[in-house]
C-alpha cells in the first residue's frame, strides 16, 4: 500500500475530494460516519444520507479486500432505522472493523459500535445511553402501534448492549450468575431513574460498551487501529 505522502499532487488532490465528498479513503481503508452538517447544522446525526454513504463506501472496501477497516465516527446520535442500518452493515462485514469515536458516542452513535470488531474512544469523548424519544401522530390507534414498536427497539437496543459488555470485571463482580437478566434489569432501571446517563471514555470502558481508549496498550495510535 503506497503512503499517501508518497502520491503526486493531482493524486492526493484526488484523495482530499474522495475524502470530503464521499467520507472514504480507500488506500487506508478509512470511512467517516457522520451527517451533513449542511442538512442539519445544529447536530450531526445519523439519517438516510449518511447511511447510504456509509453502507456503499463499506461494501466498496469489502470488495476490495478483507484488511481492516477503520471507521471514524463523529456523531450526536439520530435516526433509529437508518443507525440500525448501518449497525446491520457493520455486523456483515467480511473485513474486520475498527470504531474510532470521536467527541461522543450519544443514544444511536452509542449503538452503533456495538456491531463493530474493536470498539475505541478518543480520550475526551463521552458516551451516553438513553431511552430515545419519538413523535406520532393520528388516531389513537396508530399511536397504540407506534408505542408498541418503540418498546420493541428499546429491547433490541438492550441486547446490542448487552451482546458485548458482559465479559467486563463490573458485571463479574457485580454478579455471579444470571448476568444478562441483570444487566438488562440494571440498565433499565438506571435509565428510567436518569434518562440521560453520561459515561466517561474510560467509564465506558469499564462497563465494557466499548474495548479501549486511544493510548490504551494495544490501542496507541490510529495508526495501530488501522
Known sequence: MTSIKQRTIPQ??????????????????????????????????????????????????NDISDETILIHM???????????????????????????????ARSMSSVIPQAATYRVMMPNADFL????????????????????QAAKMEDIMLDCYIGRCLDTDFWQKKWNSNHSSNCRKYLRDIMDRKQEVYFTARESVDMGFMDAVLGDTGYETMEGLR
Open 129 to 148: 445511553i438513553h431511552w430515545g424519544s419519538f413523535g406520532v401522530e393520528g388516531n389513537h390507534t396508530s399511536c397504540m402501534a407506534e408505542a408498541e
Open 12 to 61: 492526493r488532490s484526488e484523495i482530499l475530494r474522495d475524502l470530503h465528498n464521499c467520507s472514504i479513503i480507500s488506500d487506508t481503508r478509512e470511512i467517516w460516519l457522520c451527517g451533513d452538517p449542511s442538512y442539519n447544522y445544529d447536530e450531526i446525526m445519523i439519517d438516510q444520507l449518511s447511511a447510504n454513504t456509509f453502507i456503499r463506501n463499506l461494501r466498496f472496501l
Open 74 to 104: 463523529i456523531s450526536n446520535g439520530g435516526d433509529w432505522n437508518y443507525g440500525m442500518a448501518i449497525y446491520d452493515a457493520i455486523k456483515a462485514s467480511l473485513s474486520e472493523t475498527v470504531i474510532l469515536a470521536y467527541a461522543h
